[in-house]
């Protein structure tokens, strides 16, 4: 960029260096450069310099062709400042008129003095400026008037006091009285003032201190500034011209007349009279002729400010010409090529300063921008890689949470499944549950009721289930459900819906049913196929089941109904001893309601104080000696009588009341023993039955030696029937318990025993004191060989392990015997004693004697075939 205006700087400055061609004195300018040179006066003395510069070729070695046009005073200034001259004489004024607006350059004062002076008749008796004051002055031009006037003003007297006339004056104007006084020209007036002198007074203003140029040469500010060297040589030529003049005047007073227009002009006298006044006037012997000097210029300016004509802020600057200005001369080639050198060189230097600059620029601005742009790819890439690290964490994350969701909507989809199949199936046998199976039968029930068929729904619960689940544990439990589930899937039709309702209990929806006949084959065959043998941990089961059937539409029209009605049956079923199927009738909701109520006064009969304990003795079979008595519950109805455990005990545990009244049985049984212990005598210990419940809950132990405590009825009195279910159930806290009973001195019995499932190998390792043989074994013992093997075999067992063994439900002579040969001497039943209350026991203790007496006739009598074995049962009920 810079390049262009440097290389133009460049070529101009080898332009200007080379463009103005070197000068010298001996060299001329080419000739053909006229100018004019505009004079104030006719060819005169004081034209003579400028005449011989003319004629002795001055002028024409400096290439100047100059006119010379004759004039009168203030044509010069307005010729040259037209432009019809470019050069001209004239006086100070010219100060006046450069300072007032017209652009003149002093060239060069010739004149060192002024040539005004005031002249007036001698009679006038003007002498001194003083005189002057209130007398006619012609005072002329500003050209001529500016000396007389500065005059009287540094005299004191102000030119307001002198009449002035503004216009030239002549000795004529003296003598014809025109004016007193006239301000005239020496050069011009004196040698005709000279022939008379005595006539006149000269008042010389130089003589006062007004120091003014006369004769100045002249040029516009425009020739100047277009043509300073033609300026140069006018005046050098000039100069040459008047120093020629003033030392060749009479050569020159020749020539003048040659060229002279007016007398005067011809007039050699007159013309060296001005010579000589001319050559006063320059001071040519002490100052170089045309020396200009600013002071004097400045003091004029002053003189002219101080008389009002201008303004005393002036300046000179651009009026005085220096010939002499302090600028390099270009007059020597050698000096213009070193200027060039330099030129070029500055140039060069410039360049490259100007190059290395913009380059060092360009270079830090590049620097910049490459670092900027390194700073923002950096950044870029960072923030591309931020972005990306992001864009990959997220996509990662989202990809994470995409496949997470797809995760949790599988695992969601298989829990709605597992939740539909758990909410629809039993896990365990995975048959329809409780819901489904409900859905199911008003679905059936629906479909019945349009087409007019039979819905019959079996209620199935398995017999003694629980018993097998306590004794065999809960893992044994549901494999036998299981099989169970499976037996019963085995036959069913398609189009029938079997379900596990809970527990043990199954569900068989029959559907579309014609005839009544089909329901009882299929209940049969459900009873056939549960019944059948099953192996559970290598023991032999036979598992049975009570089945209660109801139908739609006879028993119900809702699912509701329908269940209650079979679940009635159900029990009905049970209470017929179970392995059989119970058709619902009416009546059997009496029963329901009734259990119901018992329930509810089952909970008052505690506080009634409607419980009773009856006592069965136990006897020594061989001698009928009282050697315990079973603790058996009853209960006091107001309405019914006398209720039987086999009803309560379900009915307590159902509403769990069982706990409180095991503790109020066990309370009862200790106390009322204290007691007959302390009326008769007796030292026999009171067996009292604890249900699973109340085993099961772990202050037992607490319980009992409380009891024992508070009744002060000693432990070896007492005995505690358990099962052998209530044991296996869980074999380790049995163990804690018995033992810690058996640690206070309580006894313990096993009840029932043969019926559950215990394995003996875990009874012998069991703190017990005596097993109970089950009175379902003992009553078919003389009759039923099973029977009688399994008792011989406990009865074995018991011996042989050290344990007493008692019999229970001994009624007849028959089964007395039995035992005895088998080696049983304990017994219980009614052929001893039913069940009693404590007064009938106390009245039994009193008469126990008579009691053994009996039972051992009976026996005898049985010995000697005088009874049939069976005969003598008696009444339970005692
Ligand atoms: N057929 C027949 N039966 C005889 C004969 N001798 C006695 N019995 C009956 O056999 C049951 C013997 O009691 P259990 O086996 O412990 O069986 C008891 C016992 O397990 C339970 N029980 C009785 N009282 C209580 C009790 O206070 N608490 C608990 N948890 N259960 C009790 O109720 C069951 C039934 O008690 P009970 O109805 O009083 O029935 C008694 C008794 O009346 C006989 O020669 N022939």
Not at 670 to 678: S, V
């Amino acid at each position: 960029m810079l390049r262009r205006p440097i290389l133009i700087i460049v070529l101009v400055l080898l332009a200007g260096s080379w463009a103005f061609p070197p000068r010298s004195a001996a060299r001329p300018t080419p000739a053909g450069e006229t100018v004019v040179l505009q004079l104030p006066w006719p060819y005169q003395f004081s034209a003579a310099g400028f005449v011989a510069a003319a004629e002795k070729g001055f002028y024409a070695r400096e290439g100047l062709n100059v006119v010379i046009r004759e004039g009168l005073p203030g044509r010069p200034v307005s010729q040259v400042m037209a432009g019809h001259a470019q050069y001209g004489v004239s006086t100070s004024a010219l100060l006046y008129y450069r300072v007032t607006g017209k652009p003149l350059v002093v060239v060069a004062p010739l004149f060192q003095k002024s040539p005004f002076v005031i002249v007036s008749l001698r009679e006038s008796g003007i002498t001194k400026p003083h005189d002057l004051a209130g007398r006619r002055i012609m005072t002329g031009t500003p050209e001529t008037s500016a000396e007389a006037l500065a005059m009287l003003h540094n005299e004191g007297i102000s030119p307001v006091l002198v009449r002035r006339i503004p216009r030239p004056g002549t000795i004529d104007d003296l003598t014809s009285g025109r004016a007193d006084a006239i301000v005239a020209c020496q050069v011009n007036e004196l040698p005709a003032i000279d022939r008379e002198r005595s006539r006149f007074n000269i008042i010389t203003p130089g003589h006062y201190g007004i120091d003014f140029y006369g004769n100045v040469i002249f040029t516009s500010h425009q020739e100047l500034k277009e043509h300073p060297e033609r300026v140069a040589a006018f005046r050098r030529a000039s100069i040459a011209g008047w120093e020629y003049a003033l030392n060749h005047p009479d050569e020159l007073i020749e020539r003048l007349v040659r060229r002279a227009s007016t007398e005067r002009g011809r007039d050699r006298a007159y013309l060296a009279r001005q010579a000589m006044i001319i050559k006063q006037l320059t001071l040519h012997d002490i100052v170089e002729l045309g020396h200009n000097n600013p002071d004097r210029w400045r003091h004029i300016g002053d003189t002219y400010a101080s008389l009002g004509m201008i303004s005393p802020d002036h300046s000179l600057t651009g009026f005085l010409y220096d010939p002499n200005p302090p600028r390099f001369s270009w007059n020597h080639w050698g000096v213009r090529l070193a200027a060039s050198i330099c030129v070029l060189v500055l140039s060069a230097a410039l360049v490259m300063l100007v190059t290395n600059k913009r380059l060092a620029r360009e270079v830090g601005e590049r620097r910049r921008a490459e670092d900027e742009l390194a700073r923002y790819r950096n950044h870029l890439e960072e923030l591309v890689e931020e972005r990306t690290n992001a864009l990959m964490e997220k996509s990662e994350e989202l990809v994470n949470a995409i496949s997470e969701r797809r995760q949790i909507k599988a695992k969601l989809l298989q829990n709605e499944k597992r939740l539909t199949r758990l909410s629809q199936y039993d896990p365990l046998t995975g048959l329809p549950n409780r819901l489904l199976l409900r859905d199911r039968l008003e679905h059936a029930i629906e479909r019945s009721s349009r087409s007019g068929k039979t819905v019959a729904l079996l209620f199935m619960d398995l017999d003694r289930f629980k018993k097998i689940n306590e004794t065999l544990g809960h893992e044994a439990g549901d494999r036998l459900l299981r099989e169970m589930a499976r037996r019963l899937k085995s036959f069913v039709r398609r189009s029938d819906t079997l379900g596990r309702f809970g527990g043990d209990e199954f569900i068989l929806v029959l559907e579309q049913i014609e005839d009544f006949r089909f329901i009882a084959v299929m209940a049969r065959k459900t009873l056939e196929s549960l019944a059948a043998e099953t192996q559970l941990d290598g023991q032999q089961l036979f598992v049975t089941a009570s089945i209660g059937i109801s139908v739609y539409p006879v028993d119900g029209s809702d699912a509701e109904t329908l269940l209650k009605c079979a679940d009635t049956a159900m029990y009905r079923a049970k209470g017929l001893g179970g392995n059989c199927y119970q058709l619902y009738e009416h009546r059997m909701n009496a029963r329901a309601h009734e259990l119901l109520v018992m329930e509810s006064s089952l909970h008052k009969s505690l506080r009634a104080g409607e419980l009773r304990l009856f006592y069965q003795p136990q006897v020594d079979l061989a001698t009928g000696e009282l050697i315990g008595m079973e603790a058996l519950l009853r209960w006091q109805h107001p309405t019914r009588g006398l209720v039987l455990p086999g009803e309560i005990i379900p009915i307590a545990e159902d509403c769990g009341l069982i706990v409180p009244i095991g503790e109020w049985v066990l309370r009862t049984a200790c106390r009322q023993l204290k007691e007959l212990q302390q009326h008769c005598g007796t030292a026999v210990p009171v067996a009292v039955n604890v249900s699973s419940r109340q085993f099961v809950k772990t202050d037992l132990v607490d319980t009992i030696a409380r009891t024992l405590h508070e009744t002060g009825l000693p432990p070896r009195l007492l005995e505690i029937e358990i099962t052998e279910s209530m044991i296996m159930h869980d074999l380790d806290a049995a163990l804690a318990i018995l033992s810690e009973l058996r640690r206070m001195g309580v006894r313990i019995a096993i009840d029932d025993f043969g019926t559950g499932y215990s394995s003996l190998s875990h009874l012998k390792h069991l703190p017990i004191s005596r097993l109970k043989i089950d009175r379902s074994f003992v009553r078919d013992v003389a009759t039923n060989a099973n029977d009688a093997a399994i008792t011989g075999a406990v009865i074995f067992l018991a011996r042989t392990m050290g344990l007493e063994v008692i019999a229970e439900g001994v009624e007849n002579a028959a089964q007395l015997d039995f035992l005895m040969r088998n080696g049983c001497i304990l017994g219980q039943g009614y052929l001893f004693s039913p069940p009693l209350p404590v007064d009938e026991l106390v009245t039994f203790i009193h008469g126990r004697c008579d009691s053994a007496a009996t039972a051992l006739a009976v026996l005898q009598a049985f010995a000697d075939g005088r009874l049939a074995a069976g005969n003598e049962e008696w009444d339970g009920q005692g």
